[in-house]
């Protein structure tokens, strides 16, 4: 872990890492920070909290409204039960969601990104009801082909209760992560840590149009990715043709 953190990576960055090794270590995101902010005041917790790319003092436990237990969220399929082909990232069309809050937690944004290509697709939420979610989710997805929206997995918050008429809509399979697990949607994770940029915590979410919020996605789907070989989200994503990197960046 050191040796990672010492190379430049996050905490993000060294659980998926650890976890492609020839012998993968599950080791998740939040026992790296736990570990490193639980240590004793000294030169040695010092020296390993700088080479953090966000440096705090200490580390705040992520908390989140519309939590609930198993019993809010009827006919629920845990992740454990979800096709090879998901958990593998075999073929594209398998997304994770979940939604980021603004000020007060008053408002939010679903968040949306394709497991394969790192493709991000925000949904405008006029509230985090489970019947808005369901409606506004499907709008999203049904703007794609039906081979690029297979499944996805949530977590277990309740504005997604309504998961089956999802289903029933887009053809979406909806997966649910584990109580407490956020590296079992590590992609989506990190994804809302750098849309935070855009969205920050302490603004009013609502003020965002769907158009402004697709403009934000294209800020993360239009540049190369290292993890994709360089490539655009966009490029891996779209149809072929719908979008030339070199004149898209030349231009």
Same mark, same amino acid.
Request: a positive charge.
């Given at each position: 872990?050191?040796?990672?953190?010492?190379?430049?990576?996050?905490?993000?960055?060294?659980?998926?890492?650890?976890?492609?090794?020839?012998?993968?270590?599950?080791?998740?995101?939040?026992?790296?920070?736990?570990?490193?902010?639980?240590?004793?005041?000294?030169?040695?917790?010092?020296?390993?909290?700088?080479?953090?790319?966000?440096?705090?003092?200490?580390?705040?436990?992520?908390?989140?409204?519309?939590?609930?237990?198993?019993?809010?969220?009827?006919?629920?399929?845990?992740?454990?039960?979800?096709?090879?082909?998901?958990?593998?990232?075999? #073929?594209?069309?398998?997304?994770?969601? $979940?939604? %980021?809050?603004?000020?007060? /937690? &008053?408002?939010?944004?679903?968040? @949306?990104?394709?497991?394969?290509?790192?493709?991000?697709?925000?949904?405008?939420?006029?509230?985090?009801?489970?019947?808005?979610?369901?409606?506004?989710?499907?709008?999203?997805?049904?703007?794609?082909?039906?081979?690029?929206?297979?499944?996805?997995?949530?977590?277990?918050?309740?504005?997604?209760?309504?998961?089956?008429?999802?289903?029933?809509?887009?053809?979406?399979?909806?997966?649910?992560?584990?109580?407490?697990?956020?590296?079992?949607?590590?992609?989506?994770?990190?994804?809302?840590?750098?849309?935070?940029?855009?969205?920050?915590?302490?603004?009013?979410?609502? #003020?965002?149009?769907?158009?402004?919020? $697709?403009? %934000?996605?294209?800020?993360? /789907? &239009?540049?190369?990715?290292?993890? @994709?070989?360089?490539?655009?989200?966009?490029?891996?994503?779209?149809?072929?043709?719908?979008?030339?990197?070199?004149?898209?960046?030349?231009?």
């Amino acid at each position: 872990m050191v040796k990672h953190l010492a190379r430049g990576l996050s905490p993000a960055q060294i659980e998926s890492t650890l976890s492609r090794m020839p012998e993968p270590v599950q080791l998740s995101r939040e026992t790296i920070y736990t570990s490193l902010y639980a240590m004793p005041r000294g030169q040695l917790r010092a020296s390993l909290l700088a080479m953090m790319r966000r440096r705090h003092k200490t580390r705040k436990a992520q908390l989140r409204k519309n939590k609930s237990n198993n019993s809010a969220i009827p006919d629920m399929t845990l992740i454990d039960s979800s096709p090879v082909e998901v958990q593998m990232r075999l #073929v594209p069309g398998h997304w994770e969601g $979940d939604l %980021i809050v603004g000020k007060g /937690n &008053s408002s939010q944004v679903g968040t @949306l990104v394709e497991r394969t290509t790192l493709f991000v697709a925000l949904v405008k939420l006029e509230s985090a009801k489970a019947d808005v979610a369901a409606e506004a989710f499907t709008r999203i997805f049904n703007r794609f082909e039906s081979q690029m929206r297979r499944s996805m997995t949530y977590d277990q918050g309740t504005e997604m209760r309504h998961h089956k008429r999802l289903t029933q809509n887009t053809g979406v399979d909806v997966y649910f992560a584990h109580p407490r697990a956020p590296w079992e949607r590590g992609i989506n994770e990190n994804t809302n840590g750098l849309l935070r940029q855009y969205l920050p915590k302490s603004t009013d979410l609502s #003020v965002f149009s769907q158009e402004q919020l $697709d403009d %934000i996605a294209w800020l993360l /789907n &239009s540049p190369p990715r290292k993890s @994709l070989g360089w490539k655009a989200p966009a490029e891996m994503f779209l149809p072929e043709g719908a979008f030339d990197f070199v004149q898209y960046w030349s231009s």
